[in-house]
């Protein structure tokens, strides 16, 4: 039995150093040279429509984080057939990602590869959630299970953060910067648990993340090489938290409560499940993309970019940072679930504030 709550590095840390490294230098020449390839096949996207960008900007950043994962994991210091279903999910949903980036294919088709993606992992990948909590407070060391609905609804739970990854790509180093905060908690939490495989992996895509991150936002001189993630990057993202969240809760010894995975999912479900609210409301497609995310409405009430992707960030981090809090005070299941709805009545109030009215136009 693993001690609860012990910070030490993994066992995987020195043999991983080339693996880190190789992640990097991928992920930066990647950067540097896709985007001549970007251009001539057309994988750009334009500031047209709803689209609030300037120029037009190469599509590879979701390409070249997933490329360079993908080969710095094979120099990970253990095996990595578990991980098969997981990697080849990721292919589904980066392949189809790029056909969406390039071409505009149909909602449906996009959604047919999330579900499928969601299947594998789930019947195929024996990956489930099988209860929720002690969200009623028995007290009793039993928990909310979930029965038969555990499959499909662990399904429905990876579409869910696929799509709020997805849907809150809408502004630059938002998407990796939310994935970066999450990721780097769920990284936290794999050393208290001795999660270390888990570690690892997503550790391999925190970093060419991050240096992604430095690329669209044009920091230290690389303005002119920036990029975006497209809808490949951002599902291959939400696919790795999801992932990441099942697996940490899933350990049969001491393991991270399943409550807390509102909590460091954050901002992306809060404000996915607000726009889908809202356009229920009003009776509007919810698969129509607008300008009607947090990130919108901030940079519509005259909020400087940096600062809006500042503000979000911040409030990223306070979520995860009370998922660490819930985690080490061992806060209990039924205050950090209902704490949740909340706070996402906030949300909605702080998004009909900021558009002038509850119900407003889009």
Known sequence: MREENTLTFGPYWSEGLIALGVSVFLVSVLLLKLISVAKKIDLIDRPIGRKAHEKETPLIGGIAIFVSFTFA???????????????LSAGILVLVGILDDHRD????????????????????????????????????????GLGWLSSPLTVLAIIAVINAYNMIDGHD??????????????????????????????TIIFVPTGVFFLFNCGMFGVARFKSFLGDAGSMLLGLMIAYGLIILSNEHEYTVRRVLAPWLLGLPMFDMAAVLVERAVVKRSVVRADRSHIHHLLMGRGISKNSVLGILLLFQSISCTI???????????????????????LHIVLRAWLRGGLIARF
């Open 323 to 345: 998922a660490i809090l819930g985690f080490y005070l061992k806060v209990a299941d039924w205050i950090l679930f209902w704490a949740v709805f909340p706070v996402l009545a």
């Open 173 to 202: 180093g938002l998407a990796s910067g939310l994935f970066l905060v999450t990721s780097g908690t769920i990284i936290f939490l794999c050393t208290a648990v001795g999660q270390w495989k888990l570690q690892f992996l997503l």
């Open 73 to 87: 994991i094979l120099l990970a210091p253990f095996g990595l057939s578990e991980y098969r279903l997981l990697f």
């Open 105 to 144: 294919i149909k909602p449906a088709t996009k959604m047919a590869a999330q579900i499928l993606a969601g299947l594998l992992l789930v019947y195929a990948g024996g990956i489930v959630v099988p209860s929720i909590g002690d969200i009623f407070a028995w007290h009793d060391g039993n928990e909310q």
